[in-house]
């Protein structure tokens, strides 16, 4: 059974120009009370009172609509995790009080950037809304137009000087859906995405780098992620929100007018075989720079990770280091981890 829940909030006060999430105005403030009610129908339908050990608001800008009357649905563990993202110069209703963590969507301190990528905030915005909250992750985007290496990195340093205890990196992709694809803007390299990918982790040496794209702070390891990355069960409420329950991974439709007439249909419902489970266990664990627990593996899946992978592990072996309880992938392989983990699918 879940013990993890995503709701997703579709809404944003306008659209950034390389955003292809399921996001925007949608209907502006005249939808919001309706989302709420078709969220609460939804969850009263399928959620089973499982207790919660996290609990996550992502969108979209949840925290322009007052989510209160949706926590209260939820039973929470005692030290459960409920995490916001929040975007900087955005005013709300205020948080539900069950929030402890916080994620701003800062992504970059650089204005005239912030500018050109459709952001509404500034970085003064954004350095605020990081001192506002006690325990707060920041996002970061690298590759973006007219980012330098050097400004990538400074970026950085001024979100831990701002005592940020954890940071996510998101490289720059450009995908059908958002204005940049029709109006592609000189962005750095591929090359340049990957120096500033291995400066993120030189300069974040004071971080725990726990996932290829996540650091934190001793402690402060995003629980609900992680559940994600050991490929735990959650569910997934909301326009456009992913779940995964009892063996079969679904989403819901990512038309908001379509969420709001029916909250319950699916768009997509996928029986995952044992097979599926398996090689989502090898891509989703490597990811971790803790890596795949072989042990774990062959007693789940009654198998012998090292005899059934051996051409893979010989034909790649500069790219996986000995862990205490298997593998794991250097930077470089994590550099290249696509190409890699896809000798893992049978
Ligand atoms: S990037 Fe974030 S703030 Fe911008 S439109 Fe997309 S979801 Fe909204």
Same mark, same amino acid.
């Given at each position: ?11 944003? *006060? ?6 292809? &999430? ?5 209907? #502006? @403030?005249? @939808? ?14 399928? /959620? ?35 995490? $916001? ?8 209703? #205020? ?8 994620? +701003? ?6 204005? *005239? ?19 506002? /909250? ?6 970061? $985007? ?9 400004? &990538? ?5 001024? @979100? +831990? ?5 954890? $940071?996510?990196?998101?490289?720059? *992709? ?12 000189? +962005? ?12 993120? $982790? ?29 490929? #735990?069960?959650?569910? #997934? %409420? ?9 063996? +079969?991974? /679904? ?13 319950? @249909? ?19 664990? &490597? ?17 012998? %990770? ?9 034909? /790649?072996?500069?790219? &996986? ?9 250097? *930077? ?15």
């Amino acid at each position: 059974m879940p013990k993890s829940a995503y709701v997703h909030i579709p809404f944003c *006060k306008s659209k950034c120009h390389y955003c292809s &999430f399921t996001s925007g105005v949608n209907g #502006g @403030a005249a @939808a919001y009370e309706p989302y709420i009610n078709a969220l609460k129908k939804e969850i009263a339908a399928r /959620y089973k009172g499982e207790t919660l050990d996290t609990l996550y608001f992502g969108g979209g800008t949840p925290s322009l609509l007052d989510l209160q009357p949706v926590v209260d649905m939820f039973n929470l563990a005692k030290d459960a995790e409920v995490t $916001i993202e929040v975007n900087p110069g955005g005013n709300g209703p #205020g948080l539900p009080l069950e929030v402890n963590r916080v994620s +701003v969507g800062v992504q970059t301190f650089d204005d *005239k950037i912030l500018q050109l990528i459709g952001r509404t905030h500034s970085a003064a915005d954004a350095a605020r809304a990081l001192q506002s /909250y006690e325990n707060v992750s920041a996002d970061f $985007i690298y590759g973006l137009p007219a980012q330098t290496l050097e400004g &990538f990195v400074s970026d950085l340093r001024r @979100a +831990v000087d701002l005592g940020v205890n954890h $940071i996510s990196l998101y490289g720059l *992709k450009i995908e059908p859906g958002c204005a940049f694809y029709d109006n592609p803007p000189d +962005v750095p390299s591929d090359e340049m995405q990957a120096d500033m990918w291995l400066a993120a $982790i030189d300069t974040l040496k004071d971080f725990e780098h726990y996932e290829i794209s996540n650091f934190s702070r001793d402690g402060f390891q995003g629980r609900h992620n992680l559940n994600y990355w050991n490929n #735990g069960q959650y569910y #997934g %409420f909301g326009a456009a929100a992913h779940g995964y329950e009892n063996g +079969v991974r /679904y989403s819901n439709t990512t038309d908001v007018q379509e969420y709001l007439k029916n909250p319950l @249909a699916r768009e997509t419902e996928t029986v995952i075989t044992p097979q599926m489970q398996l090689e989502e266990e090898i891509f989703l664990g &490597f990811r971790k720079t803790a890596g795949i627990d072989v042990a774990d593996i062959n007693k789940k899946f009654g198998m012998d %990770f090292n005899d059934k992978y051996a051409g893979v592990l010989t034909k /790649y072996s500069q790219y &996986f280091v000995n862990t205490p309880h298997g593998y794991a992938l250097t *930077k470089n392989g994590m550099l290249v981890s696509n190409a890699v983990l896809s000798e893992f699918i049978d």
